[in-house]
């Protein structure tokens, strides 16, 4: 009997550790299908917030996001009658997982449907065996950075796109202190709650992990780990779009009393990647 979602390949963050970087590069090869949206959020919806995806939140980012940012002088007709398919399928209700599997639909001989939410890391135990019980084949990647370092960048994109840059001058120890530890911060920290989870909830072959650090220290080699995980064929992708970078923070160098602040944190985390047998990289000090 066929699966609901086939093959899935799922890229789970952390945020700010490279996977829109990631999600850009391995877009190129032609055995993995993107749909419209990097960051589809279905799982999150499905097993911790339904209204990560009600038809108010839809409508905003169809009209945001898909409908009125082409320009008519310049758009390609086909593409623009594919995109609004796709936003049709997005409009759809009820959203299940026949919704899920529908925004799919477009694709044609690519080996996988490709879904990168980071948001799907935050996902209970129980829902991994679920999922991987709809898939023909469940591939899951985990990438993680540098905690510290993960924290700052994380705070000041966030601080970027809210329009509060000015606090990176502003604030103090206790203002980002508790700005940093706010769950929708923090929660991106706990590298050791994700590993744990993907480890219950999923067979070893099902889930890969691997550091920030790693990939720009060897793109092409850690392109072609994750190639080999999904068991798809090499692929040449070009040096123009590995050279790229996407959705950088602001440059505004880490005040020197920030890393004493989760001190105590970053020990405990790093402890908990090597009990789940992890080797730290070197650049994480």
Same mark, same amino acid.
């Given at each position: $009997?066929?699966?609901?979602?086939?093959?899935?390949?799922?890229?789970?963050?952390? $945020?700010?550790?490279?996977?829109?970087?990631?999600?850009?590069?391995? /877009?190129?090869?032609? #055995?993995?299908?993107?749909? &419209?949206?990097?960051? =589809?959020?279905?799982?999150?919806?499905?097993?911790?917030?339904?209204?990560?995806?009600?038809?108010?939140?839809?409508? %905003?980012?169809?009209?945001?996001?898909? &409908?009125?940012?082409?320009?008519?002088?310049? %758009?390609?007709?086909?593409?623009?009658?594919?995109? &609004?398919?796709?936003?049709?399928?997005?409009?759809?209700?009820?959203?299940?997982?026949?919704?899920?599997?529908?925004?799919?639909?477009?694709?044609?001989?690519?080996?996988? %449907?490709?879904?990168?939410?980071?948001?799907?890391?935050?996902?209970?135990?129980?829902?991994? !065996?679920?999922?991987? /019980?709809?898939?023909?084949?469940?591939?899951?990647?985990?990438?993680?950075?540098?905690? =510290?370092?993960?924290?700052?960048?994380?705070?000041?994109?966030? &601080?970027?796109?809210?329009?509060?840059?000015?606090?990176?001058?502003?604030?103090?120890?206790?203002?980002?202190?508790?700005?940093?530890?706010?769950?929708?911060?923090?929660?991106?920290?706990?590298?050791?709650?994700?590993?744990?989870?993907?480890?219950?909830?999923?067979? !070893?072959?099902?889930?890969?992990?691997?550091?920030?650090?790693?990939?720009?220290?060897?793109?092409?080699?850690?392109?072609?780990? =994750?190639?080999?995980?999904?068991?798809?064929?090499?692929?040449?992708? !070009?040096? %123009?779009?590995?050279?790229?970078?996407?959705?950088?923070?602001?440059?505004?160098? $880490?005040?020197?009393?920030?890393?004493?602040?989760?001190?105590?944190?970053?020990?405990?985390?790093?402890?908990?990647?090597? #009990?789940?047998?992890?080797?730290?990289?070197?650049?994480?000090?």
């Amino acid at each position: $009997m066929a699966k609901t979602f086939n093959n899935l390949f799922l890229s789970i963050g952390a $945020m700010k550790a490279g996977t829109t970087w990631l999600y850009a590069v391995l /877009a190129q090869h032609p #055995a993995l299908y993107f749909a &419209l949206e990097k960051e =589809i959020h279905y799982f999150y919806h499905k097993y911790v917030d339904k209204n990560m995806l009600s038809e108010k939140y839809r409508l %905003a980012e169809a009209k945001n996001r898909y &409908l009125m940012r082409y320009d008519p002088e310049k %758009a390609n007709i086909d593409a623009i009658q594919k995109n &609004l398919h796709w936003v049709s399928a997005y409009l759809d209700r009820p959203v299940d997982d026949f919704w899920y599997r529908n925004l799919f639909q477009m694709r044609d001989r690519e080996i996988y %449907a490709c879904d990168f939410s980071n948001l799907n890391a935050q996902l209970p135990v129980e829902a991994w !065996p679920q999922i991987s /019980a709809k898939c023909d084949n469940l591939r899951v990647l985990y990438t993680m950075r540098d905690p =510290i370092k993960r924290l700052w960048s994380h705070t000041k994109f966030h &601080l970027q796109i809210t329009g509060g840059a000015d606090k990176l001058n502003s604030w103090g120890p206790d203002d980002f202190n508790e700005f940093v530890r706010r769950p929708h911060i923090w929660r991106n920290a706990e590298y050791g709650q994700v590993l744990r989870t993907l480890r219950e909830g999923l067979e !070893p072959q099902q889930r890969k992990v691997i550091f920030y650090e790693d990939i720009h220290a060897d793109q092409r080699g850690t392109l072609r780990q =994750i190639e080999e995980f999904l068991r798809i064929p090499a692929f040449k992708y !070009p040096q %123009a779009i590995l050279d790229r970078r996407f959705t950088e923070s602001i440059k505004h160098e $880490m005040p020197a009393f920030f890393p004493e602040l989760f001190a105590e944190d970053i020990r405990r985390i790093r402890g908990e990647i090597e #009990a789940e047998g992890f080797t730290l990289p070197e650049k994480w000090g």
